[in-house]
């Protein structure tokens, strides 16, 4: 079994910055792709921003320019570095492992962090 925890949510005032962690822990030899995601009171989950294996990544239109995503492979940790924070994004946000495999020649098996409230609000 694998486990994702998270950290460094917290409330911040709107310009400010955070920077959340996620690593992954247990039988793993290997993993597509880290990922956030944020779910927003009566909103649905929608992804913020992803990284390959090979290091590229993908931004939702709200956040270029202000987030950045980065990846630990070695440590299988990723971390998503927020700035210019603003209060709509507000949420919980939540890490995502995609095809996690524990042996070579797996397809991999996707994981959820339990998620970490991020507050925006002066």
């Known amino acids: 079994q694998v486990q994702l925890v998270e950290s460094g949510g917290g409330l911040v005032q709107p310009g400010g910055s955070l920077r959340l962690s996620c690593a992954a822990s247990g039988r793993i030899f290997s993993i597509n792709a880290m990922g956030w995601y944020r779910q927003a009171p009566g909103r649905q989950r929608e992804l913020v921003a992803v990284?390959?294996?090979?290091?590229?990544?993908h931004y939702a239109d709200s956040v270029k320019g202000r987030f950045t995503i980065s990846r630990d492979n070695g440590r299988n940790t990723v971390y998503l570095q927020m700035n210019s924070l603003k209060p709509e994004d507000t949420a919980v946000y939540y890490c995502?492992?995609?095809?996690?495999?524990?042996?070579?020649?797996?397809?991999?098996?996707?994981?959820w962090g339990q998620g970490t409230q991020v507050t925006v609000s002066s």
């Open positions: 995502n492992a995609e095809r996690v495999r524990a042996a070579y020649g797996q397809y991999g098996d996707d994981y």
């Open positions: 990284i390959i294996s090979d290091g590229s990544t």
